[in-house]
């Protein structure tokens, strides 16, 4: 028998929003309470815990994440430092000295860039001149390659091939040739990601998984690792995005992975692309490209079939998709396939989509209608929603005003589950939770107890996990959580009426870290009772 008491902190508990002491008997919660009950409690079978003051609560579920790809970041050539082409190209040039064969890199962002200018075919090359090179974006929807990389895959010139940078349809082609070449990293990679969410307070993860991103047969090894290593990594979940035409077909493929990990049939199913690199689908242009409104993989009638299959197989089903006409892409599809197959069949599969940052009244109507769950990043409006920032670049300050519309999907009713998209953004669940209090629209920001909900039980209800325990520290459930070094707590909402008072104990609301300046580090995170992750240093 395992007995763990955990005493002499705060446990974020519905249970008890003054709860200071948790007992975990064999991965499981066993007991919550006060200090005074921990020492009535205690005894010689137990090993005491001593929180010394810090925070336990569910651990986070990672929403949408891409394991491979975050460990190669990881690992690799990290651009996001960049602030210009001569810093890349340096770069670069650093890397071909340090390491042999192709050069990959990720994270570079041009609207970060002064001048804005990328490097030139020419000067990419010169970096490096006898290599290949891959350098991804920082939302992974284009690149800039090298020359020799360009004609070893036959590549020309195109509008989705110009001087170095490569996006659209051949962005996702030369992806596929140059990640098929390197399963042999895949699971170095996605283990070195599952330590990275560990260590961050992850225990559940969501991979979205595509033939573009790093292929099937690196999906079906890391679902084995993840069965065969349950006690020590972040439980994983995935979806796999290759589009269906009938109820067969997709109750075929979802049974070939011969796996309950594999929870649907799309995730990153791309509709559209990405606003940095002006391949999300728009209804009017680009603000800064005049006659450019993005970039459409899927038709309404691929888009419909798919989900008029996936829903009479009763499986769940998602589409990347991030602008408005993408969007309107999206919901054409729903209405069309609930004609086919009727509503309650499309309400009853909990399809969501990915990402889904420019929405207006009607879309969120629909998607109310059509029992979707929006499964968004607000770490992205962190990054690009402040003002001069990528979003105004692009779309001009109208458009950009009203994106990342949590608090009003919340509000209307459809549900949202929050995941890191990395490596676009950085594994910091706090840093998410505070991105949600700050949303550059004031009408979409939510309160932190809002955002830490969908960042951790909404998560597990949106895969359709049985278990109404899930996400959760209350006795019988699942002793899954982690610990903070939280040194100050608060009820924290994007109104400062209410945090003034609610921040009072007796309000007998579960408090959450004060989110201001720096944000909490994890200092240990355990699976069923299993530790994934320690710096607690004390027992």
Not at 117 to 125: I, R, S, V
Not at 230 to 242: I, Q
Not at 390 to 407: D, K, T, V, W
Request: hydrophobic content about 45%.
């Amino acid at each position: 028998m395992s007995l763990e008491l955990y005493r002499n902190g705060s446990v974020y508990s519905p249970a008890d929003p003054f709860a200071t002491a948790m007992l975990v008997e064999n991965g499981t919660v066993a007991w919550i309470g006060t200090e005074a009950a921990a020492g009535a409690l205690l005894d010689a079978r137990m090993t005491e815990i001593d929180l010394q003051g810090a925070l336990m609560t569910p651990a986070f579920v990672d929403s949408h994440v891409h394991l491979g790809s975050l460990g190669a970041t990881l690992k690799g050539l990290d651009l996001s430092e960049s602030t210009s082409a001569t810093a890349l190209l340096d770069a670069v040039a650093a890397a071909a000295g340090a390491t042999t064969g192709l050069i990959v890199g990720t994270g570079w962002d041009e609207s970060r860039f002064a001048g804005g200018a990328l490097p030139t075919a020419a000067e990419l090359q010169a970096a490096a001149p006898d290599r290949e090179i891959y350098l991804s974006r920082v939302d992974v929807h284009s690149a800039l390659i090298s020359a020799k990389l360009a004609q070893r895959l036959g590549l020309n010139e195109s509008p989705e091939y110009t001087d170095a940078l490569v996006k659209g349809r051949i962005h996702t082609q030369v992806r596929t040739a140059i990640f098929s070449e390197a399963q042999q990293t895949g699971a170095e990679n996605s283990d070195l990601a599952l330590s990275h969410l560990a260590a961050n307070g992850y225990a559940t993860v969501v991979e979205m998984a595509s033939p573009g991103i790093s292929g099937r047969s690196d999906l079906e090894a890391l679902l084995a690792r993840s069965e065969a290593q349950k006690a020590s990594t972040p439980e994983v979940f995935a979806f796999w995005a290759e589009a269906v035409a009938s109820e067969s077909a997709a109750r075929e493929m979802l049974t070939s992975f011969n796996s309950h990990a594999v929870v649907g049939l799309g995730g990153d199913l791309n509709i559209d692309g990405s606003i940095g690199s002006r391949t999300a689908l728009l209804r009017a242009d680009y603000s800064d490209a005049v006659g450019e409104r993005g970039t459409s993989y899927l038709s309404v009638e691929q888009i419909s079939a798919h989900i008029a299959a996936c829903s009479l197989a009763g499986i769940q089903t998602s589409f990347h998709v991030i602008g408005d006409a993408g969007l309107d892409l999206a919901l054409a599809g729903f209405a069309k396939a609930a004609e086919e197959v009727g509503l309650a069949k499309v309400q009853a599969g909990r399809h969501r989509l990915e990402h889904v940052e420019m929405v207006d009244d009607a879309a969120r109507e629909q998607m109310l209608r059509f029992a979707l769950t929006a499964s968004m990043q607000p770490a992205f409006d962190a990054a690009w929603g402040s003002t001069g920032g990528l979003y105004e670049q692009r779309l001009g300050a109208n458009r950009a005003a009203s994106m990342n519309g949590i608090g009003q999907f919340l509000s209307a009713g459809v549900p949202v589950v929050i995941g890191s998209d990395a490596p676009v953004t950085k594994v910091n669940p706090w840093a998410a939770v505070k991105a949600c209090l700050e949303l550059s629209d004031p009408s979409a920001r939510i309160s932190a107890r809002a955002a830490f909900m969908a960042h951790t039980r909404s998560g597990f209800r949106a895969l359709g996990v049985p278990n109404p325990l899930a996400g959760q520290l209350v006795t019988g459930a699942e002793a899954t959580f982690a610990i903070w070094d939280a040194a100050e707590l608060s009820v924290q909402t994007p109104d400062l009426r209410v945090s003034s008072w609610s921040t009072d104990a007796r309000a007998g609301t579960p408090m959450l870290p004060v989110l201001e300046d720096e944000v909490p580090n994890c200092l240990r995170t355990v699976r069923a009772g299993e530790v994934l992750f320690d710096a607690l240093g004390v027992a």
